[in-house]
């Protein structure tokens, strides 16, 4: 069964450096998200992506923030200099209708 | 007044027993309704998914949604060990170009043997 991939599944930086998240969203989806989850609360939405731009983007997608479809199956996130607060986990998503389906996730730990 | 509420829990139960999940929203837009499991420190998976009210059955699962009342629920029955749990409902409001999901809290769950 096909499936949303996300590397690395763990990911530790420090405060200021620039990360790259990766995922591989299921084949022939259109609709591409962002979210995360910090420690002990909600999921919540960061950025939707369809037709090589952003479609909706949350207060907490700042400028710090980027997305790219650099190629025909990955979907990146970027952020250019991270906090402390940016430790939680990211997941990935992609659509099929108006179903949504999520990657493992990457555990972002900020030092 | 939250957009998506859920009782967070935790909720423990015995094996078999029948377990009622709830939400109660605030957004009369919302039109699709979603239940997602997820295991600690694993991504959601999606379980049910419903359009509008009604109810919708998957083998022990059944997802409710009373649209009257904001309302939606997911009762599983003879529950499992297997079934332990966070449990996550979510909704989108249609027209929504992005296709935002919003969350609930989400309620954690666990079958014990």
């Known amino acids: 069964e096909p499936e949303v991939t996300q590397t690395p599944s763990h990911q530790v930086t420090q405060m200021g450096q620039e990360v790259i998240l990766r995922c591989v969203p299921i084949s022939n989806h259109l609709y591409f998200y962002w979210y995360r989850q910090i420690l002990g609360q909600k999921v919540e939405f960061l950025v939707s992506f369809y037709n090589n731009e952003i479609s909706e983007k949350s207060e907490i997608f700042d400028d710090q923030f980027s997305v790219e479809r650099p190629d025909g199956s990955n979907f990146t996130l970027k952020i250019r200099s991270t906090k402390l607060e940016d430790s939680a986990m990211y997941f990935c998503a992609s659509r099929e209708g108006s179903k949504q389906y999520f990657g493992p996730g990457t555990r972002l730990t900020v030092l | 007044q939250k957009e998506v509420e859920q009782d967070p829990g935790p909720l423990s139960v015995p094996e078999g027993a029948i377990v009622s999940l709830n939400c109660t929203y605030s957004?009369?837009?919302?039109?699709?309704f979603m239940w997602y499991r997820q295991y600690s420190r694993k991504g959601p998976e999606l379980l049910m998914y419903t359009y509008s009210s009604g109810n919708k059955e998957d083998g022990r699962f059944t997802a409710q949604v009373d649209k009257s009342s904001k309302y939606i629920s997911l009762f599983i029955r003879d529950s499992q060990p297997s079934d332990s749990a966070t449990y996550l409902c979510?909704?989108?409001?249609?027209?929504?170009?992005?296709?935002?999901?919003?969350f609930g809290q989400g309620t954690e769950l666990s079958v014990k043997p």
């Open positions: 957004n009369s837009a919302f039109q699709y």
């Open positions: 979510a909704m989108e409001a249609p027209g929504n170009q992005g296709g935002k999901l919003i």
